[in-house]
Every structure is written in C-alpha cells, then in structure tokens.
C-alpha cells in the first residue's frame, strides 16, 4: 500500500524558511515524478513544484521559482521542499503527491499525503 507522509509544516514570519519532508513507502518510485501542491482556504488545489525522481528533473510554479527548491534523497525515499524567503500568500496546507508522468496537473497523480499545515504572518 503507497504511503506519502508529509511533515515539517508550521508557523512563520515573513522572510522565514521551511523545510518540507515527505516520506514514501509501499513501491519503487524510481519511475514516478514526486509533486508538491498547496491549497489555501477557498482555493483551488494548485501545482508549487515537482521532481522526476530517476532524473531529478524539477519544475516549478512561476509563483514560487527562485524561493522554493525540491530535492529528493533516494536512499531514504524522500522528497523536500526547501521554502525560502516565505510570504503570507504561501499559507496553505501542502501536499505531496507522485504521478506515472511527468507532470503539474494535480489529475495526474496517483498518490497523495495526508498535508501539512503552512502558515506565514506577515
């Protein structure tokens, strides 16, 4: 059974950082892309950055490029997300979720975590 276990979420200040763990277990991911998503409260669903994880090919949201960076550790089954430089409008709960594809659309994951809680103040 696949498992995404998102952690490291929590409160704070603008300028502030935060990194974003997710721990995958139940199969081999070595062909699937690993995303991060966030919803804020009234909201759609949407795309922050994701990663092939054989190639470690990344991409990423115009909204958060240059501050958010994602990585992946293979001998742990793990993938980050390294916040920087965080603004309120980046409060959301975020997701992590793996897909077949290689792919930002949030329809083409197959898998998603639980969510994490992410709140700036200003």
């Known amino acids: 059974q696949v498992q995404l276990v998102e952690s490291g979420g929590g409160l704070v200040q603008a300028g502030g950082s935060l990194r974003l763990s997710c721990a995958a277990s139940g199969r081999t991911f070595g062909d699937y892309t690993m995303g991060w998503f966030r919803q804020a409260p009234g909201k759609e669903r949407e795309f922050a950055a994701a990663?092939?994880?054989?190639?470690?090919?990344?991409v990423y949201a115009d909204s958060v490029k240059g501050r958010f960076t994602i990585s992946r550790d293979n001998a742990k089954n793990t993938v980050y997300l390294q916040m920087n430089s965080l603004k309120p409008e980046d409060t959301a709960v975020y997701y992590c979720?793996?897909?077949?594809?290689?792919?930002?659309?949030?329809?083409?994951?197959?898998?998603w975590g639980q969510g994490t809680q992410v709140t700036v103040s200003s």
């Open positions: 979720a793996a897909s077949i594809s290689y792919i930002v659309s949030a329809a083409g994951y197959n898998y």
């Open positions: 990663i092939n994880w054989s190639s470690g090919r990344t």
